[in-house]
């Protein structure tokens, strides 16, 4: 299964030249880029672990490339994305955001149904990865 | 000197006050709804109308009877205007111009004391600029161009429940515009067929699918059926993809308690986004914009039977009155024109549209057919849907016109690909991405959209089809809604 969040999921994984070209873009766009990783990619998951700060003093593409490979191998089995950050008032919020790493296979996850009242069902969407442990979810 | 001319003058004044206030009847203009050198207070609500005074009728008679008759007028004099501060509450129609390239149209700006309007009530301002002026004799037609409302009279309103930024924070969906489709046939599908089709597009990688204008309670499929069904198909798509998706739930009903009925239930199911028709009227649209931001609803609005009213420019409103009108009741999304699509869009008027729903200042623009300066003092932003008649094959067009902050509906472009819906959602989501991507490296995407489609329909076999099937579909026809002030370009 393939997660698809993230701006360029349905595109085949971007090359570090098209990831850098990105973050060029953003950064002449003025807003700040950060990094973040996690192995919990539950949909509803907002607070993935930032590796680091948003890189507001950082206008160099290079430089967050440099990030994102140590961010690689300290994480190779977690998901990782860029995030673009502005903080023109009246949006200071998330202007581009990607995956840029996953973990090799992606098991997906399962929708829980509850039967409640009458024809009633309550969902719950759940990861199959978050059966393990944090840390030990992806083999 | 002075004791002899001031009671002289005094006296004066009042016998002009008693000759306004004989019975009988004068002339608008003369009754003080016309006033050339009146300067239009930072208070003020304004109205800019298109006049077509009946031969014979003087231009700026014809606009202060519109004053008068949406403000304090009535046909004949009144003495009853004198227990009121009649100077205050007159709307004055301060200006009038021919428009540009017309022989028999006016163009009439009336100022508004913003206390003739109940504050943060669409109805009420509306029972006043619209009430009653449109059937007015002396006029052969009537069109409201434009508004400008006041910080203080915005500032009375909620507006958006949710607004542009939130929705894609709740979303968690960035840096794109957002998809979608409507389910087709709009009619007829039972509530399990129905279902299919949402999570056959949602699953192929769609964020929303919707409800059209008149799929409701009908014999066919019951409001009940169809919402168990579509939530079910919501949540195995999100559970397929790991992302967050919806679909717009039409609670439009006969009644507004229905209208909450259906509204709870939506909620009950765990939807993100209710949908209702602009035929609910403008008080139910406020009820259900409260109703959305107590219960952290999405509230998507679709402008059914607008177009009887916005779309031919002698006689009507314009619909970016419509989408100012909209932003202050409180709606967050809103069909606002696609330019390509098969629905009426000048480039030009579309992307003042546009500007009204997602910008927080709109400068005075005659060439977008923006006429006045509106500070929306920090309300929220209105995300536009474009849908009708647009396909993958169009995508640097709509990402060039639209940008990036609005829902791109592809029904048809979705539902009838040629391999199936999650082929025609597949093929949808990656021309998009592809584009926004290319957009972004700085490639110059209108002129080079063409290739940059056919080097990503290479590695995605739907998108090649759907390019087979629709490329070269185009809606080509002259627009009837156009700016007056400038050349009017056409779509390529």
Redesign the interface.
């Known amino acids: 299964?393939r997660?698809?969040?993230g701006?360029?999921?349905?595109?085949?994984d971007?090359t570090d030249d098209?990831i850098r070209?990105?973050i060029e873009?953003?950064l002449e766009q003025g807003w700040a880029m950060s990094i973040e990783y996690t192995d919990d990619?539950?949909?509803?998951n907002?607070y993935w672990e930032m590796h680091g700060n948003p890189m507001f003093d950082l206008h160099d593409a290079a430089g967050v490339m440099v990030e994102l490979v140590d961010a690689r191998a300290t994480f190779p089995r977690h998901y990782i994305k860029v995030?673009?950050f502005d903080s023109t008032?009246?949006?200071?919020?998330?202007?581009?955001?990607?995956i840029v790493h996953r973990p090799d296979p992606e098991p997906?996850?399962?929708?829980e149904r509850h039967e409640v009242e009458g024809?009633?069902?309550?969902?719950t969407?759940r990861?199959y990865a978050t059966d393990r442990p944090q840390g030990e979810r992806y083999p | 000197m002075v004791s002899i001319s001031l009671p002289w003058r005094m006296e004066s004044q009042h016998e002009r006050t008693a000759d306004r206030y004989r019975a009988g009847v004068l002339k608008y203009a003369q009754m003080g709804y016309w006033d050339p050198d009146y300067e239009p207070k930072e208070t003020d609500i304004l109205a800019l109308f298109r006049i077509t005074p009946q031969d014979g009728v003087d231009p700026q008679e014809a606009a202060a009877a519109v004053a008068g008759e949406s403000s304090t007028a009535t046909w004949t004099v009144v003495w009853t205007d004198r227990l009121t501060a009649a100077d205050v509450y007159r709307a004055k129609a301060y200006k009038v111009e021919p428009v540009p390239n017309s022989t028999e149209q006016y163009f009439a700006s009336i100022a508004y004391d913003i206390d003739l309007f109940e504050p943060g009530s669409i109805a009420n301002l509306t029972a006043s600029i619209i009430g009653n002026v449109f059937g007015f004799k002396p006029l052969k037609a009537l069109r409201l161009e434009d508004m400008r409302f006041p910080v203080a009279y915005v500032k009375t309103f909620d507006g958006p429940p949710t607004g542009i930024v939130v929705e894609r924070e709740r979303l968690d969906k960035f840096g794109r515009p957002l998809l979608g489709a409507t389910t087709k046939p709009k009619l007829g599908l039972s509530g399990r067929n129905y279902g299919r089709v949402v999570y056959e597009a949602l699953k192929g990688g769609l964020d929303f699918t919707k409800d059209d204008e008149n799929i409701n309670s009908q014999p066919f499929m019951h409001w009940r059926d169809r919402f168990g069904f579509v939530m079910e198909a919501v949540n195995r798509a999100s559970a397929a993809s790991g992302e967050v998706k919806g679909h717009y739930l039409n609670v439009t009903g006969a009644t507004m308690e229905d209208v909450y009925e259906r509204a709870e239930f939506a909620k009950e199911l765990g939807s993100v986004v209710v949908m209702i028709d602009l035929v609910i009227g403008y008080t139910a649209i406020q009820s259900i914009s409260k109703w959305a931001r107590r219960n952290d609803m999405l509230l998507h609005l679709h402008r059914a039977g607008a177009s009887t009213y916005t779309r031919q420019k002698n006689h009507g409103i314009s619909f970016r009155v419509i989408a100012k009108w909209m932003r202050l009741a409180g709606v967050d999304h809103i069909h606002a024109g696609t330019v390509v699509g098969k629905l009426e869009g000048d480039p030009n008027t579309i992307r003042g549209f546009y500007n009204i729903l997602r910008e927080p200042y709109n400068p005075a623009d005659l060439e977008l057919g923006l006429h006045f300066d509106q500070d929306w003092a920090g309300m929220r932003k209105v995300m536009p849907v474009a849908s009708g008649g647009i396909h993958a094959g169009q995508m640097h067009q709509l990402l060039t016109y639209l940008g990036d902050d609005v829902v791109l509906q592809f029904g048809g472009g979705t539902i009838g690909h040629p391999m199936g819906i999650q082929a025609g959602a597949i093929a949808n989501r990656v021309a998009l991405e592809a584009m926004v991507l290319a957009r972004n490296e700085g490639r110059d995407i209108w002129n080079e959209g063409p290739d940059i489609l056919a080097a990503a329909a290479r590695t995605c076999q739907p998108l090649m089809a759907a390019l087979d099937t629709w490329g070269e579909v185009t809606f080509d026809y002259t627009s009837t809604d156009t700016p007056d002030y400038v050349p009017t370009p056409t779509p390529a």
């Open positions: 299964m997660l698809t969040q701006t360029f999921s349905f595109l085949p971007l098209q070209a990105q873009y953003c990619p539950h949909p509803r907002t995030n673009a008032k009246g949006i200071e919020s998330l202007r581009l955001s990607f997906g996850f399962t929708l024809r009633h069902i309550r969902y969407v990861s």
